[in-house]
Nanobody, 115 residues
Framework: QVQLVESGGGLVQPGGSLRLSCAASGSIARIDAMAWYRQAPGKAREWVATIWSGGNINYVDSVKGRFTISRDNAKNTWYLQMSSLKPEDTAVYYC?????????WGQGTQVTVSS
């Protein structure tokens, strides 16, 4: 069984920064992709960023230039560095892992951008 544990959410002022972390544990034989999604109140869950096993990275247009996804393969951990945060970035952020057994989601962490 694969489990994901997220950390790093919180309250930040507009223009501020936060870093989210997601650590995977369990019997993982192969990782295909590590990703972040978010869900704002009253809205559908939205894909934010993916880092693929080969190293390619993709971002949703609304976060390009402000967010950076990275990973530490030795720790099976990936990160989302968020900068220049805006109120519209407020959401519950979920990490997602595509692996040999399928897909696993983290529990979610709240990010609130407000003055």
């Amino acid at each position: 069984q694969v489990q994901l544990v997220e950390s790093g959410g919180g309250l930040v002022q507009p223009g501020g920064s936060l870093r989210l972390s997601c650590a995977a544990s369990g019997s993982i034989a192969r990782i295909d992709a590590m990703a972040w999604y978010r869900q704002a109140p009253g809205k559908a869950r939205e894909w934010v960023a993916t880092i693929w096993s080969g190293g390619n990275i993709n971002y949703v247009d609304s976060v390009k230039g402000r967010f950076t996804i990275s990973r530490d393969n030795a720790k099976n951990t990936w990160y989302l560095q968020m900068s220049s945060l805006k109120p519209e970035d407020t959401a519950v952020y979920y990490c997602n892992l595509a692996h040999n057994f399928g897909l696993t989601w983290g529990q979610g962490t709240q990010v609130t951008v407000s003055s």
